[in-house]
T-cell receptor, first 112, second 110 residues
Framework: TQLLEQSPQFLSIQEGENLTVYCNSS?????LQWYRQEPGEGPVLLVT?????EVKKLKRLTFQFGDARKDSSLHITAAQPGDTGLYLC????????????FGSGTQLTVLP | SQTIHQWPATLVQPVGSPLSLECTVE??????LYWYRQAAGRGLQLLFY??????ISSEVPQNLSASRPQDRQFILSSKKLLLSDSGFYLC?????????FGSGTRLTVV
C-alpha cells in the first residue's frame, strides 16, 4: 500500500510569515499533485510536478519534487488570510486508470 | 469547458436506508471517473473508479457499490446504510492536467 505522509497536520501562523508543508513517501510516483480545499468544497488542483528535482512557482507558492520522486514540499512566502485551507498532496500512479494516493492533509490557518 | 456536477450537497439518512449519490460530467467523453470519501479535515480515500461504461473497480471492500450506466454518469449506492458510512463523498474525473472534483456530498447517517 502506498502512503503519503504530510507534515505538519495543522499549522496556524500570522499574516506575512513564511511556511513549508512536507509530503513524504517510501514509494516512487510518476508525478505529484498539490490541491487546496476549502470547507464544504472539493479539492482544487494547484500544480503538478513531474520531473525529479523540478521546482514550480505559482505567485507566492513554490512547489518542489524530490530528486527520487518520493517526496515534495510546498513553500508559501508572506502568507495571507486567503491562503487558509486544507492542502493535500497526491501521488500519481499508472495502472488501468491513473490513480491518486492522497496525503493526510495540512490544515493551514493564516491569522490577520 | 469541462464541468462536473454532484448532488445532493447534503443528506441525512437513517441507518438501514438506501443511498444513491449521482455525479455527471459535461464537456468530455469517456472520462475516467472516481468516487472518494474524506474524513473531516483529512485526506481522501479512493472508493471506486471507472474507465468506461459498466466498468467498475473497487478499492475498498465495504457497504457501498458504484455503477456507470452512461458514459458521463457515475452513481454511488448502498442498499442499507451504516453509521460508519457517514462522511464527505467526492466525485472526480481525470482531465489532462489533473483531477477535477465535484463540490461533494455531506452524508450523515443517523
Amino acid at each position: 500500500t502506498q502512503l503519503l505522509e504530510q507534515s505538519p497536520q495543522f499549522l496556524s501562523i500570522q499574516e506575512g510569515e513564511n511556511l513549508t508543508v512536507y509530503c513524504n513517501s517510501s514509494s516512487v510516483f510518476s508525478s505529484l499533485q498539490w490541491y487546496r480545499q476549502e470547507p464544504g468544497e472539493g479539492p482544487v488542483l494547484l500544480v503538478t510536478v513531474v520531473t525529479g528535482g523540478e521546482v514550480k512557482k505559482l505567485k507566492r507558492l513554490t512547489f518542489q519534487f524530490g530528486d527520487a520522486r518520493k517526496d515534495s514540499s510546498l513553500h508559501i512566502t508572506a502568507a495571507q488570510p486567503g491562503d487558509t485551507g486544507l492542502y493535500l498532496c497526491a501521488g500519481v500512479t499508472h495502472g488501468s486508470a491513473r490513480q491518486l494516493t492522497f496525503g493526510s492533509g495540512t490544515q493551514l490557518t493564516v491569522l490577520p | 469547458s469541462q464541468t462536473i456536477h454532484q448532488w445532493p450537497a447534503t443528506l441525512v439518512q437513517p441507518v438501514g436506508s438506501p443511498l444513491s449519490l449521482e455525479c455527471t460530467v459535461e464537456g468530455t467523453s469517456n472520462p475516467n471517473l472516481y468516487w472518494y470519501r474524506q474524513a473531516a479535515g483529512r485526506g481522501l480515500q479512493l472508493l471506486f473508479y471507472s474507465v468506461g461504461i459498466g466498468q467498475i473497480s473497487s478499492e475498498v471492500p465495504q457497504n457501498l457499490s458504484a455503477s456507470r450506466p452512461q458514459d458521463r454518469q457515475f452513481i454511488l449506492s448502498s442498499k442499507k446504510l451504516l453509521l460508519s458510512d457517514s462522511g464527505f463523498y467526492l466525485c472526480a474525473f481525470e482531465g489532462f492536467y489533473g483531477y477535477t472534483f465535484g463540490s461533494g456530498t455531506r452524508l450523515t447517517v443517523v
